[in-house]
């Protein structure tokens, strides 16, 4: 009897190894690792780079409180990571996950706020359906019910505006009026919450888990940002799942030129060697709640030098194997078999996404979009199908969480043809024994 409890979901298998793109469990059974854990193994697993880089820093020390040393790995990440960031972003605060970052950037744009005078602003306005985090403030600006419904008590409400997804809603996604279309609701949004409320917006720019690698339509980053500009709201960019390479440039706010306020990012860049996250704020936010007295937040294994020495590794293998490149050819050539399987399969409704952020939707009928009914809790029984194949792929359910289902296909970025070769035939068994089972 187990003593460990996570979301349900029963007994898993228990993991013994982990090398490249593939895991074997106890039993020595297999799997492609097709989702990188929660897209976390951008560079794969076990990298020998990355295990050496933090067997040299544990031999040193693996750990200095913040409050007492800073120390060299923290400080050779941050000037690594400014250097990928656009420019402005140069001050860099450690965390230990997504939720943690995105919670320190909306405390970061609160206290620079009321350092500058204008305290009452204090909203952050994010999209429906997202996925934030699910610490209590990070959950308040997240939109998916099955999560946030029972802590609806407790969280002091955000408003929400509809993320873009043009495929639903019957626009273009190449015509730039699509884009204006949705960052025109987003003005509405701060001209009805009142600018002089409306702290920052909170975005990724691919989605992730929440709307399945939802890619925005033309026109909508830029646009944010001159609506942004206009209200004196921050633009606060999330690139916990996007970041670190997985779209296929450092940041995915880079394809779209975007300069963000404050990017906050995880999963990649502890790439699962080491709990780690990041904020990476402009120096002109920074600077006035410095000098009004410091920022009054922080965590205790905040720039753990351990799990900083892992990210710096992780950092230069992005950088040495090429992988930002890696992501884009081989995110191309997975979309393009992706749409190979919707000519195959009635059941996928769309394919979308960026570099390896890639995603298929089931749906009834591709005409209306009609979702598969909820009760068949389709996306999870497609992920166990494809686990029983030896593929481990990422679902959830979409369409402001109640109904839709998508199913993220986000493998390490050392993807190769074979890797992808295989991927692909698991996707495809996958399918064929899924619809037979609704047939
Ligand atoms: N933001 C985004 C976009 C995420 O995908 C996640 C995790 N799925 C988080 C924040 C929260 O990260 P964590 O689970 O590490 O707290």
Redesign the pocket.
């Known amino acids: 009897m187990s003593h460990l409890f996570y979301q349900g979901r029963g007994r898993k298998p228990v993991l013994d190894q982990a090398r490249g793109v593939y895991m074997w469990d106890k039993d020595g059974r297999r799997y492609l690792d097709g989702s990188s854990g929660?897209?976390v193994c951008n560079i794969g697993h076990s990298n020998p780079h990355v295990l050496a880089a933090m067997q040299r820093q544990m031999e040193k020390s693996t750990f200095g409180y913040r409050l007492h040393f800073e120390t060299e790995a923290s400080e050779k990440l941050a000037s690594r990571l400014v250097g990928l960031m656009p420019e402005g972003l140069s001050k860099v605060f450690f965390v230990s996950?997504?939720?943690?970052?995105?919670e320190s950037g909306m405390k970061l744009a609160r206290q620079y706020a009321l350092a500058v005078g204008q305290g009452t602003r204090w909203k952050v306005i994010s999209r429906a359906p997202s996925?934030?985090?699910?610490t209590l403030g990070?959950l308040a600006t997240t939109s998916y019910g099955p999560l946030t419904v029972p802590f609806e008590a407790m969280l002091r409400p955000m408003p929400k505006v509809p993320a873009p997804r043009a495929y639903l809603d019957g626009l273009d996604p190449d015509d730039p009026a699509t884009g204006r279309h949705y960052a025109d609701t987003l003005e509405a949004q701060i001209r009805a919450e009142g600018p002089e409320t409306v702290l920052a917006f909170l975005l990724?720019p691919v989605g992730?888990?929440s709307t399945g690698a939802l890619v925005p339509p033309e026109g909508y980053m830029e646009a944010v940002r001159e609506v942004c500009d206009r209200h004196g709201v921050l633009l606060i960019m999330?690139e916990?799942?996007t970041g670190a390479g997985r779209t296929g440039a450092f940041l995915g706010c880079e394809h779209w030129g975007t300069r963000p306020d404050i990017v906050v990012m995880?999963?990649g860049l502890g790439a699962g060697y080491a709990p780690l996250?990041a904020m990476i704020a402009d120096e002109r936010l920074v600077d006035p709640v410095l000098e009004a007295g410091g920022f009054a937040h922080g965590f205790t294994y905040a720039g753990n030098p351990l799990a900083c020495a892992a990210g710096l590794a992780v950092v230069d293998e992005i950088e040495r194997q090429g992988l930002c490149e890696n992501a884009r050819t081989m995110g191309e050539k997975l979309i393009a078999r992706l749409h190979g399987l919707m000519q195959k399969h009635e059941i996928v409704g769309d394919v979308r996404g960026k570099g390896l952020l890639t995603a298929f939707e089931f749906m009834a009928d591709r005409d209306s979009k009609a979702p598969l009914p909820k009760a068949l809790n389709a996306h999870q029984r497609f992920v166990d199908i494809a686990y029983a194949n030896g593929l481990i792929v990422y679902s959830r359910r979409t369409r402001d969480g109640v109904e839709g289902d998508h199913i993220l296909v986000c493998p390490p970025l050392i993807l190769t043809d074979t890797h992808l070769d295989e991927i692909v035939e698991g996707l495809d068994i996958s399918l064929s024994q899924f619809a037979a089972e609704l047939a």
């Open positions: 929660a897209m996950g997504g939720s943690e970052a995105v996925y934030h985090g699910c990070a990724e992730g888990a999330d916990v799942m995880s999963k996250g």
